[in-house]
């Protein structure tokens, strides 16, 4: 079982060429890592269709978890677009001449891809709200749910 | 052009401390939230959750700031093979959040589903036990509860006055209650009940089968009215309901259930009514032809009695005349009876012992009839005192009901004449009973009316019946009959007596 576990490891640590199997070398990563923000985007926005349909948001702890997942819905559309950014070398060219400075170099007329970029960097005040709001939900609905275990009782 | 990368630096890696607090205190809540419903699926949903964006945010956030610090060193190349497995756990991360997002839903649906069958079954359940645990007193609760329905529903059929009775759908009895037996003149339930047929007690057996069409066609017949032997011989009025039971109509068997009334008594009052009114119209109408027939009746009598003193006695013309005054005579007889009957001339009331009075009447008849073969029995009732009457017309009435018993009688029978008292001794009854072949039923509704006899043409005016009725309704009396065909017929004339002799 270790000798399976280790050979594992290795193979994720040391990938090479195999000519049995297809190789996923370049983009492959980057499809798959921006399809999961995709259909991460498209789960939260089922959530808030379940928790409006089943009317659960009239409950406060459902209503900002709800609030929890526009946020992230709208952190994951951030990401997304600034991952698509940093590959489109013909238009954008990020380079640090200083430590604590950035340089963004577009074509003529597009400089707005780089504010665009720019402000996409600050994901953060996106991602750390839907965080809190479903913090805050949870804690609401502790709160507001029964004291001790109880047999099942639908929400 | 030329940004500064602080704000870039400081909110990724203060947003990164933050994610990593902020979703571990998320998981945390989560748990607890399960902890308080393990078995609530929704709260298993939101650990799941919690479980991958804290994966998510600390491999993020843990990445970002190694990847900050790195480029605060100037070791930027060391990020490049650490950045591909950050990258690779955040999308796992969001993989999981997504897919257990997308299957919750039916999920839950499905949750759902088996709580509320486990609580149905937890119900069952309980009660199973229930049952189990008091099966025996819940048996013992409905043995009674239905031995008292029983026994009530018994009551009522064994109480009722009126007859309950169960028939098959033939028409064959089943059950019959008491007053039913009675009703019916079955002193006691017969062993072979159903060997009875029901349309067997009917007068007319053609109104049974009407009753049991309809009971057929409709399932029930509501108070129709029918006559049913009586056990003396004669018919009973009765409101008939019933019902078909079980079965439907289309099929053999079910039972039908019968309830029946008596209205012999509303029936006879109805009749007598009626033949109140009747006779108070012919009343009416021949006192207005009385009156107007005895004026010149008079003058036709006066005028011959002129003319017959001056013929002389044993001449034609003399014969004639007297012919005129007995036929005139004969004819305000009639008028004076006519106007007796219609009540336009009142009584003149007396205290009288009416055993006198029947005593007269019984010596005038022995003097005056052929009594041959014809036994006259008086049996009186001496508590009777003196009554408030017109003494010659109660004798008038006496003498009509003891001559038409001698006529009924024929030349050989027993007349009795009785005395007592009714309605606990507030009224008198002097009773004439002959054993006479009786009066036909289709001859009773009409005896009182005028100008009604069955004597032969000559023998009677048919006048006696009606004058003696309305005396006696001048006197506030009353004059009933019973007739049986073959066992003879009785008059009873009820006269009320005066407060003072009463008792009261």
Redesign the interface.
């Known amino acids: 079982m270790k000798a399976v576990f280790v050979t594992i490891l290795l193979l994720l640590a040391l990938p090479s060429a195999a000519a049995a199997t297809q190789g996923h070398a370049g983009p492959e990563g980057l499809y798959a890592h921006q399809m999961a923000h995709l259909f991460f985007m498209f789960a939260m926005g089922l959530l808030i269709y379940w928790l409006r349909r089943r009317r659960l948001i009239d409950q406060g702890g459902w209503r900002l978890i709800q609030y929890a997942a526009l946020f992230f819905i709208l952190w994951n559309l951030d990401a997304f677009v600034v991952h698509l950014l940093e590959e489109q070398v013909d238009v954008l060219s990020i380079s640090r001449p200083e430590r604590w400075q950035m340089r963004i170099e577009t074509p003529a007329n597009w400089s707005w891809v780089g504010v665009v970029y720019y402000l996409g960097k600050l994901d953060h005040l996106i991602c750390v709200p839907a965080v809190v709001f479903l913090f805050m939900g949870l804690r609401r609905l502790i709160r507001a749910a029964p004291q001790g275990p109880t047999k099942g009782a639908l929400p | ?9 400081c ?2 890696v ?3 401390i ?2 990593i607090v ?2 571990v ?2 998981l945390f ?2 748990l ?2 399960r ?8 709260w298993t949903y ?1 650990m799941w959750v ?1 479980y991958a ?1 804290m994966v998510f ?1 600390v491999s993020r956030s843990a990445g970002h700031i190694l990847k900050q610090v790195l ?2 060193m100037g070791r930027e190349e060391y990020w490049t093979p650490i950045r ?1 497995y950050s ?2 756990i ?3 991360s ?2 999981v ?6 299957f ?2 039916r999920t839950w649906t499905i949750y ?1 589903g088996i ?1 509320r069958d ?1 609580q149905r079954l937890e119900s069952a359940h309980q009660e199973s036990i229930y049952l189990n645990q008091n099966l025996e007193q819940l048996v013992e609760e409905r043995t009674r509860a239905l031995a008292m329905s029983e026994h009530q529903y018994r009551r009522i059929f064994e109480g009722s006055k009126d007859m309950i009775l169960v028939t098959g759908r033939d028409g064959h009895l089943l059950d019959v209650n008491p007053a039913g037996l009675e009703m019916l003149g079955l002193e006691h339930r017969p062993e072979n009940l159903s060997e009875y047929h029901f349309s067997s007690f009917f007068q007319e057996p053609q109104e049974w089968q009407a009753l049991w069409r309809g009971i057929d066609r409709k399932g029930f017949i509501s108070s129709a009215e029918v006559d049913l032997k009586s056990p003396n011989g004669n018919r009973k009025r009765v409101l008939l309901s019933g019902g078909l039971e079980g079965e439907s109509s289309e099929e053999e068997g079910g039972t039908i259930h019968f309830l029946v009334k008596d209205i012999e008594q509303q029936r006879m009052m109805r009749e007598q009514m009626a033949q109140a009114d009747k006779l108070a119209s012919i009343g009416e109408l021949s006192s207005g032809i009385a009156h107007e027939i005895n004026n010149p009746l008079g003058i036709i009598l006066g005028y011959t009695q002129l003319m017959l003193r001056n013929e002389l006695e044993g001449s034609d013309r003399a014969a004639d005349l007297k012919t005129i005054e007995k036929q005139v005579r004969h004819c305000k007889s009639i008028v004076e009876d006519l106007l007796n009957f219609a009540r336009t001339s009142s009584p003149k009331k007396e205290l009288h012992d009416i055993h006198a009075v029947v005593e007269d009447v019984l010596h005038f008849i022995r003097q005056h009839s052929k009594l041959d073969g014809i036994e006259i029995r008086a049996n009186y009732d001496r508590r009777v005192g003196p009554l408030l009457m017109d003494e010659k017309k109660i004798s008038q009435v006496l003498i009509n009901l003891l001559m038409n018993a001698i006529y009924a009688v024929g030349g050989r029978g027993e007349i009795t004449v009785t005395t007592g008292m009714s309605d606990n001794g507030q009224k008198a009854v002097v009773r004439v009973h002959d054993d006479g072949p009786g009066i036909q039923s289709r001859d009773m509704a009409r005896i009182f009316d005028p100008f009604f006899t069955t004597k032969p043409t000559g023998q009677g005016t048919g006048l006696g019946l009606s004058v003696s009725y309305g005396i006696i309704k001048n006197h506030g009396g009353d004059i009933r009959v019973e007739s049986t065909p073959g066992q003879g017929t009785a008059f009873s004339i009820v006269l009320p007596i005066p407060a003072d002799f009463n008792g009261r």
């Open positions: 052009m030329t940004l500064p990368f602080m704000p870039i630096w909110v990724d203060g947003g990164s933050l994610m902020l979703s205190g998320a809540s989560a607890q939230l902890r308080k419903e393990p078995r609530n699926i929704v939101l919690c964006l945010a480029i605060l591909p990258g690779a955040n999308t796992f969001f993989m959040v997504g897919s257990v997002t997308l919750f839903e759902q709580v486990r």
